[in-house]
């Protein structure tokens, strides 16, 4: 029974979706602490450490030229053994340069093993359940978060352990699960010869836009919704990490439940419903003048999240199966381009007004309803769009 599970490629997914939580969660929970009371970052340190996270994410498209030497499935393993190198190296250099060399490195694995784990998930799971299993790996996502911040509370609250122990420890463990996995796990051949060129594709334009406005969504939320709370209402980090427990829990339960809603439904209703769910959260940040408000708010636009499960499955039923890996590298660029220019112009436009950057951000989930009124009942190869029959 326990051999049985080096031969499941289901099993595969969940490895490489866990390691990779489960080291960037930890990075990313310490890092504002780690630059500020070790390597006593400034501002623009900050800022410009974060754009340098972003640069992998915004050239994922290169995957494609590593697949001409290496498997995706050894660059998966590849990956998440840099993503935990680069986290566990993190806390022994808390200088400019190698808080910088040490993100990009973690940001390398990070983004490749993101771009190759959607890939394969794509590949190798069934279209007709792929919604239902993604939503699961989502769910053990989300208790892998709530593990971390469990670990790293105790960890620090109670045992006094530094920094860069801790950094050592989660990324160690990445790189331990990167290391047996490659040795333990079957080599799976792939079904369909990935195509090993770089091609935008006028037949998946949708999925290119929908994909666009997605990655604005997610810089919107990312950056704009919490600092709002904590310069407007004055959250406290204590109320921001039992914010983030709740999410996990939440996702924990829900996260499933999505994904055999998107095969029941369809993807047509899974992301209307999603766009039509940010209209009112958008325009509610906007204007929200009570902080348990803008609790719900925070923990909606969260879970909402979840329902991201259903654009990657549309893509699954319009594309060609040899097009998969290069699109999926190709869609994480697209997602990354908001992620380069966004941020900034957005926080020029916060300086005079707050509500602004979020009436974008319903204009932005408007634009993307719309959009899925041209997605088909029934998507497929020479399906893509209600236009496809015109």
């Excluded at 390691?19 to 900050?46: D, H, R, T, Y």
């Excluded at 978060?145 to 006094?160: A, D, E, G, Q, T």
């Excluded at 950094?167 to 090993?196: A, C, M, R």
């Excluded at 005079?352 to 719309?370: D, E, M, P, Q, Y």
Aim: aromatic residues 16%; contains cysteine.
């Amino acid at each position: 029974m326990f051999r049985n599970i080096f031969k499941s490629r289901v099993a595969l997914l969940y490895i490489l979706s866990i390691s990779m939580i489960f080291s960037f969660s930890a990075w990313m929970s310490l890092l504002n602490n780690f630059v500020v009371e070790v390597a006593k970052f400034n501002g623009s340190q900050i800022g410009f450490l974060q754009s340098i996270r972003e640069i992998p994410g915004f050239l994922s498209f290169g995957v494609i030229f590593v697949l001409f030497f290496v498997s995706q499935q050894k660059l998966a393993y590849i990956s998440m053994i840099a993503l935990g190198i680069g986290v566990a190296f993190t806390g022994l250099f808390p200088s400019t340069i190698g808080l910088y060399v040490t993100t990009l490195i973690m940001s390398l694995g990070f983004h490749y093993l993101a771009t190759i784990n959607q890939s394969l998930s794509l590949q190798w799971l069934d279209k007709k359940t792929s919604p239902v299993t993604l939503g699961k790996i989502a769910a053990a996502n989300s208790f892998t978060k709530l593990l971390v911040f469990v670990l790293i509370f105790f960890m620090m609250k109670f045992y006094s352990v530094e920094y860069k122990s801790v950094y050592l420890i989660f990324g160690g463990i990445t790189v331990v699960l990167g290391v047996l996995s490659w040795i333990l796990f079957e080599h799976f051949k792939d079904d369909v010869p990935q195509e090993n060129k770089l091609k935008l594709k006028k037949e998946y334009w949708l999925f290119y836009v929908l994909t666009f406005f997605a990655g604005a969504r997610r810089q919107i939320f990312i950056v704009f919704a919490s600092f709002l709370l904590v310069e407007k209402f004055g959250v406290h980090i204590e109320s921001m990490v039992i914010l983030l427990f709740v999410n996990s829990i939440l996702n924990i339960y829900l996260a499933p439940k999505i994904g055999k809603y998107i095969v029941r439904f369809g993807e047509r209703l899974a992301l209307r419903i999603e766009y039509i769910g940010l209209i009112i959260i958008f325009t509610s940040y906007a204007f929200v003048s009570d902080v348990h408000v803008a609790y719900l708010l925070y923990i909606s636009d969260h879970l909402l999240f979840s329902m991201a499960i259903a654009l990657k499955t549309y893509f699954q039923k319009i594309a060609d199966p040899k097009d998969l890996a290069s699109a999926s590298a190709i869609s994480f660029t697209i997602n990354h381009i908001a992620a380069v220019f966004l941020p900034v112009i957005l926080g020029i436009i916060w300086l005079k007004s707050n509500a602004l950057v979020f009436v974008i951000g319903t204009l932005i989930a408007v634009c993307s309803l719309i959009l899925s009124f041209l997605i088909p009942k029934n998507p497929r190869v020479g399906n893509e769009t209600t236009l496809s029959r015109v």
